[in-house]
């Protein structure tokens, strides 16, 4: 099943994977363009740190209440792990070195226990005077920020900025390195993916509450008494943690995606320690959860448009050619998802998996993510389509899940739900309100809403009840925040940057008008300069910048 609410929407908020793997297809006589672009996505779900009523689609429930700062003093219960002094080792990766830190699980009752906390950095490289340490996060929630670092920011950033900070980077508890939620093995994530999220009759919804049951009853055995202690806010704590440890006085941070909302609770719960806060393809936290939900579906479909639009004009367009409306290659696409629902096709996977709906439907999103994938999407749907051969569609839904060939995932997915379904209550409690809600989502998409829709009733059956609430970030007396949005991003529609950069005191908005998820590092020199300046320089662009192009 397409673990769309884990992904996509599980809560409404994207999830960022720092790199997307675009596996070429097998067939010798295909030229699948690899595209080796970095999405500092989250969405995937997409998910969401948004909560108040969550039945309800209105006005954000939380909007009267804002996120309170933190006392400046550390309680002296605290002491201890304020005084961490990390010990570097090297880690495997040439020219990073690698430290664990101690957080305790509960803050409200130190004495619970600890958490270990995975922190990497590569120091900065010189020339000019060094100005600190830069924490990076791509997103989820669970993506790896360690991940990120050694494989893209460390080495990919621009050279000026790499040359004044060490390049720093934690796992949120939970993730990856620092103690990661796990949940289900890899035959049953197997047998979770390919669960229909578009139900017919009420087996197949019975079949799909059994599922998201089935996940969540695997979380709560397997992750233990860490469940109820991986929220933003306890990451957020443990980021002031990390930062105490580096000895900087402030935090310098860039945050893409979900990686935006926990800068933005940082800011809100530390605002005397924000030193220079990038928070690219942001979420808002005021929104409750379904709304958040109804919103990135709207989002998808706008990225899903674009696609339409070049995709016509492209010789190997399987989905119309020169003349054929939006609408009408929407339509065509929902008809091949219903063919496949009915009639699954073969894909040549080693585990005899077959391409049905819900793999299909997350092949698809997955590529909504950047359009430098938009070839490569274009090119599987045609085998999928033309030569019914799934395999193509199969490797970008593998790739999106994090699965390796081998049938094992990486723990993305699990610390996703997790994070998620402990910072809001659900959209949804039940199959019926889904079922009353569908026509809001599908009038957001057509070609996905359904599918979106019944993703998000997977925190309905989580074992452990929601600590968070949807609340906009004021962060009073914090130094200027920038806050970038791009227009038609598919994860984090443009309104969310705008509604945070109103939000937040000191909050500027930089716009980028382009497709995609998120903006700065993705090819634009405008985005690119403007935010470089104010890492180095600490001059923010003038609220209401707008790049395009490159």
Known sequence: MTTLSDRFIA????????????????????????????????????????????????????????????????????????????????????????????????????????????????????????????????????????????????????????????????????????????????????????????????????????????FAEGCGRRAGNLLRHVSTVEAARDMDLVRAALGDEKLTYVGASYGTFLGATYAGLYPERVGRLVLDGALDPSLPARRTNRDQTAGFETAFQSFAKDCVHESDCPL??????????????????????????????????????????????????????????????????????????????????????????????????????????????SPEEVKDALPSFEQASPVFGESLAWASLNCAYWPVKATGEARSIEAKGAAPIVVVGTVRDPATPYRWAQALAAQLSSGTLLTYDGDGHTAYGRGSACIDSAINEYLLEGTPPKSGKRCSGA
């Not at 672009?37 to 429930?61: I, N």
């Not at 304020?82 to 990766?93: L, T």
């Not at 990120?148 to 004044?164: C, N, S, T």
């Open 11 to 214: 809560q409404g908020y994207a999830r960022s994977m720092y790199t997307r793997r675009r596996p070429r297809s097998p067939r010798a006589n295909r030229s699948l363009r690899a595209c080796g672009t970095l999405l500092a996505v989250a969405g995937l779900l997409v998910s969401a740190c948004s909560a108040g009523s969550s039945t309800s689609s209105a006005s954000p429930a939380g909007a009267e209440a804002a996120l309170r700062a933190l006392p400046e003093a550390t309680p002296s219960a605290l002491a201890s792990y304020y005084g961490q002094r990390p010990a570097w080792r090297a880690c495997g990766v040439a020219g990073f070195e690698c430290t664990t830190l101690k957080a305790p699980l509960d803050y409200a009752e130190p004495a619970k226990g600890d958490v270990r906390l995975a922190v990497s950095r590569k120091k900065a490289t010189g020339p000019g005077k060094r100005l600190g340490s830069l924490l990076v996060n791509p997103g989820g929630p669970g993506g790896s920020a360690v991940g990120y670092l050694q494989a893209y920011a460390g080495i990919g950033y621009p050279a000026k900025v790499r040359a004044r900070y060490d390049m720093v980077a934690v796992d949120p508890r939970g993730v990856a390195r620092s103690e990661p939620v796990e949940c289900l093995t890899g035959r049953e994530m197997d047998t979770f993916t390919q669960t229909d999220t578009t139900p017919d009759n009420a087996r197949e919804t019975g079949e799909l509450v059994d599922a998201f049951k089935g």
């Open 320 to 429: 119309g050619g020169a003349g054929t409306t939006t609408e009408q290659v929407g339509k065509n696409l929902k008809a091949f998802f219903r063919q496949l629902d009915g009639a699954p096709i073969g894909t040549g996977d080693a585990d005899g998996r077959k391409l049905g709906e819900a793999l299909a439907t997350t092949g698809v999103i997955a590529a909504m993510y950047d359009e430098g994938s938009w070839p490569q999407l274009r090119d599987a749907l045609d085998m999928a389509m033309k030569d019914k051969d799934g395999a193509g569609l199969l490797a970008l839904s593998d790739s999106y899940y994090e699965r390796d060939s081998d049938g094992k995932y990486e723990n993305l997915m699990f610390a996703n739900a997790a994070v998620n379904c402990l910072d809001l209550p659900a959209a949804f409690s």
